[in-house]
Protein backbone atom coordinates (compact mmCIF):
# COMPACT_ATOMS: atom_id res chain seq x y z
CA UNK A 1 0.00 0.00 0.00
CA UNK A 2 2.89 2.65 0.44
CA UNK A 3 3.92 2.35 -3.19
CA UNK A 4 0.30 3.04 -4.01
CA UNK A 5 0.18 6.09 -1.76
CA UNK A 6 4.01 7.18 -3.20
CA UNK A 7 2.41 7.14 -6.47
CA UNK A 8 -0.79 9.05 -5.95
CA UNK A 9 1.80 11.39 -4.32
CA UNK A 10 4.26 11.68 -7.40
CA UNK A 11 1.33 11.71 -9.97
CA UNK A 12 -0.19 14.67 -8.20
CA UNK A 13 3.55 16.50 -8.54
CA UNK A 14 4.06 15.75 -11.79
CA UNK A 15 0.75 17.49 -12.94
CA UNK A 16 1.29 20.50 -11.13
CA UNK A 17 5.00 21.24 -12.50
CA UNK A 18 3.07 20.29 -16.00
CA UNK A 19 0.94 23.31 -15.45
CA UNK A 20 3.02 25.39 -13.87
CA UNK A 21 5.22 25.03 -16.81
CA UNK A 22 2.72 25.68 -19.27
CA UNK A 23 1.76 28.59 -16.78
CA UNK A 24 5.26 29.88 -17.23
CA UNK A 25 4.96 29.35 -21.17
CA UNK A 26 2.45 31.23 -21.29
CA UNK A 27 3.19 34.22 -19.37
CA UNK A 28 6.86 33.78 -21.27
CA UNK A 29 9.09 33.63 -18.63
CA UNK A 30 11.59 30.69 -17.62
CA UNK A 31 10.78 30.93 -13.92
CA UNK A 32 8.33 32.03 -11.87
CA UNK A 33 10.65 34.65 -9.81
CA UNK A 34 10.15 36.47 -12.62
CA UNK A 35 6.68 36.43 -12.94
CA UNK A 36 4.62 39.36 -12.00
CA UNK A 37 1.90 37.77 -9.98
CA UNK A 38 5.14 35.62 -8.23
CA UNK A 39 3.06 36.00 -4.68
CA UNK A 40 -0.24 36.11 -6.03
CA UNK A 41 -0.34 32.91 -8.16
CA UNK A 42 -2.46 29.72 -7.46
CA UNK A 43 -0.78 27.63 -10.17
CA UNK A 44 2.47 28.42 -8.29
CA UNK A 45 1.19 27.77 -4.81
CA UNK A 46 -0.47 24.56 -5.84
CA UNK A 47 2.88 23.20 -7.20
CA UNK A 48 4.26 24.41 -4.15
CA UNK A 49 1.52 22.54 -1.35
CA UNK A 50 2.29 19.29 -3.86
CA UNK A 51 5.74 19.19 -3.08
CA UNK A 52 5.48 19.48 0.15
CA UNK A 53 2.76 16.95 0.35
CA UNK A 54 5.42 14.71 -2.14
CA UNK A 55 7.92 15.09 0.94
CA UNK A 56 5.65 14.20 3.68
CA UNK A 57 3.36 11.90 1.51
CA UNK A 58 0.53 14.17 2.37
CA UNK A 59 1.17 13.52 6.40
CA UNK A 60 0.61 16.90 7.03
CA UNK A 61 2.68 19.33 9.72
CA UNK A 62 5.67 22.15 8.48
CA UNK A 63 8.95 21.93 7.35
CA UNK A 64 11.61 24.08 8.93
CA UNK A 65 14.43 25.72 6.97
Known amino acids: MSEEV ?3 WK ?3 KQKKI ?7 EHQVKSCMCCE ?3 D ?3 RD ?3 KAVYDSMSK ?3 GGFEF
Open 19 to 25: QLEACQA
Open 6 to 8: LDE
Open 37 to 39: KLL
Open 46 to 48: SYI
Open 58 to 60: GAG
Open 11 to 13: IAL
Open 41 to 43: CEV
